[in-house]
Nanobody, 129 residues
Framework: HVQLVESGGGSVQAGGSLRLSCAASVYASSYIYSAYSVGWFRQAPGKEREWVVSIGADGRTIYAVFVKRRFIATRDNAEKTLYLQMSSLIPEDTGMYYC???????????????????WGQGTQVTVSS
């Protein structure tokens, strides 16, 4: 009952920036986007998917250690859109980036993929050295 669509990926050189967006289309009136946590995950070629950042319903934002203040995640509940501003990109940031939203309300900010019910199709980010 929720469709997520990512955009904004592309190819950049190391040190460059990209802004990813994740637009949610909600088809069930019972699903209140603002009530659920949202997050970004990524998967590099040949590697497992890893968590990048999560934003709780209360706005609390938790980043993976490797982000090192290079990324800023925000959510616009009115537009039902999640953003990821990435700067100082390095080749290790290359991968498919997925946005996700939970299907239940938690009293903590989930950082594990298993808590997320709805997933987008991904947008590719390629950083060259």
């Amino acid at each position: 009952h929720v469709q997520l669509v990512e955009s904004g990926g592309g190819s950049v050189q190391a040190g460059g920036s990209l802004r990813l967006s994740c637009a949610a289309s909600v088809y069930a009136s019972s699903y209140i986007y603002s009530a659920y946590s949202v997050g970004w995950f990524r998967q590099a070629p040949g590697k497992e998917r890893e968590w990048v950042v999560s934003i709780g319903a209360d706005g609390r934002t938790i980043y993976a250690v490797f982000v090192k203040r290079r990324f800023i995640a925000t959510r616009d509940n009115a537009e039902k859109t999640l953003y990821l501003q990435m700067s100082s990109l390095i080749p290790e940031d290359t991968g498919m980036y997925y946005c996700a939203s939970t299907g239940a309300v938690y009293n903590f900010v989930p950082t594990v993929a298993g808590y997320y019910l709805n997933w987008g199709q991904g947008t590719q980010v390629t950083v060259s050295s």
